[in-house]
């Protein structure tokens, strides 16, 4: 492969997936690494002064102030956008950094933006109470109730935000029919997708026009750094997205940009194999609780649904296991699985949404989402699942169950 291959989309559309992952985004320098190279540099020089003024005003091509460009991150953002069948890519900070940005940067006061009800709880914090404080209006709905969003559009609806499937409660939406509400009205959808990447579902092949990332979960896949991203056609994100993103500065570092793109490399494989993973250990224990969540099984409301616009469905499940003090008692049992509120490692970890990820939510609105005091939710890793599964069946017993 030449240097600037790998940033040739004329050659890098034509890759298959695994391909794009491994070579695409690489650009290597005059040395002719093999590893992508990492630019740990806040700034750029000239050669002369009509080279940087030129690229200031955009009349040539080159890097100005690691805010706006760093060859690191470029290559982070070219890797994910072609994954994803995206024109373009702005990598952030985090994957909050990453929602935010993907909201704020296109709403204003007076604007109204219909969310999913069901959503990381930082998610709903952006809905319930940022969003509102300047002027935004927001109204929640059951992602699963189709007629739903149509009904809650009003003249000033600009944006429909949503994830699928959702955290903690893996709730599936229709993308190709939400999406097509929301493009027959003139709507902007806004798709997390991080509980899937584009390793096993690609929301823009259903209508989306643009999806995020907290790369931090199954991107990056070791729990290693905090990043995100925000994927759209050339236009938004250079005439929507990137004046925000210039002007307010939630960007990823070069370090962090550089492991997350090695993480990509493994993502198609990790993201099957522990989606398998998952789906034999929630037939495991299906059986043993009073209720499980896992799109994978056949006993998700929308499991067809699912099935259909999902390659695989996913490393995450949940499962009720009636009340905090049996969740807590499975929790403090285990030996092999962390008690971690992350996701998308390659270790299984479990943690009760109720008490972490959404403790900073109402009561009312964990009600709301079925976020209960039973609820426990599972990240599957790559460790063999014979012994996740002996693990989780000692919890259960000592919880009870």
Not at 230 to 245: K, M, N, Y
Request: net charge negative.
């Amino acid at each position: 492969m030449k240097k600037t291959t790998g940033m040739d989309r004329s050659v890098t559309s034509k890759w298959r997936p695994a391909t794009q992952a491994v070579r695409g985004g690489t650009w290597r320098s005059e040395q002719g690494e093999t590893s992508e190279a990492l630019f740990l540099t806040s700034g750029y020089t000239y050669d002369d002064a009509q080279t940087v003024a030129d690229r200031f005003a955009g009349e040539a091509a080159g890097m100005t102030y690691s805010r706006l460009q760093n060859p690191t991150v470029a290559m982070l953002e070219e890797r994910i956008a072609l994954m994803e069948g995206a024109e373009a890519c702005r990598a952030q900070a985090s994957g909050m950094a990453a929602m935010t940005t993907a909201l704020l940067c296109q709403v204003s006061a007076g604007d109204h933006v219909v969310g999913a009800r069901a959503a990381f709880g930082s998610c709903r914090w952006l809905l319930d109470h940022l969003l509102p404080r300047f002027g935004i209006e927001t109204t929640v709905v059951d992602s699963a109730d189709d007629d739903a969003w149509e009904a809650a559009i009003r003249p000033n609806t600009k944006v429909f935000f949503f994830e699928t499937p959702a955290n903690p409660t893996l709730d599936v939406v229709d993308l190709a029919h939400v999406c097509g509400v929301a493009r027959a009205h003139g709507i902007t959808t806004v798709v997390d997708n991080a509980f899937a990447t584009s390793a096993l579902q690609k929301p823009m092949e259903f209508g989306a026009d643009v999806v995020a990332y907290s790369a931090t979960k199954l991107m990056d896949g070791q729990g290693r750094v905090l990043a995100g991203a925000v994927c759209g056609s050339q236009e938004w994100i250079d005439e929507v997205l990137l004046p925000f993103q210039r002007n307010t500065g939630p960007n990823i570092s070069p370090f962090n940009a550089w492991v997350v793109h090695k993480g990509l490399e493994t993502l198609d494989l990790r993201a099957r194999r522990q989606s398998e993973n998952a789906v034999e250990l929630g037939k495991f224990v299906e059986s043993r609780v009073p209720k499980i969540l896992h799109p994978g099984l056949p006993s998700h409301p929308r499991h067809e649904l699912a099935q259909a616009q999902m390659v695989a469905t996913g490393p995450i499940f949940a499962l009720d296991v009636g009340d905090r003090a049996t969740a807590f008692a499975l929790l403090d049992a285990l030996e092999l699985v962390d008690i971690s509120n992350n996701i998308g490692d390659a270790r299984s970890l479990m943690c009760h949404p109720a008490s972490t990820t959404h403790a900073g939510m109402s009561q009312e609105a964990r009600d709301e989402m079925g976020v209960t005091e039973g609820l426990l939710r599972i990240n599957v890793g790559l460790e063999d699942v014979e012994d996740i599964k002996e693990d989780l069946d000692r919890a259960l017993a000592t919880a009870g169950l």
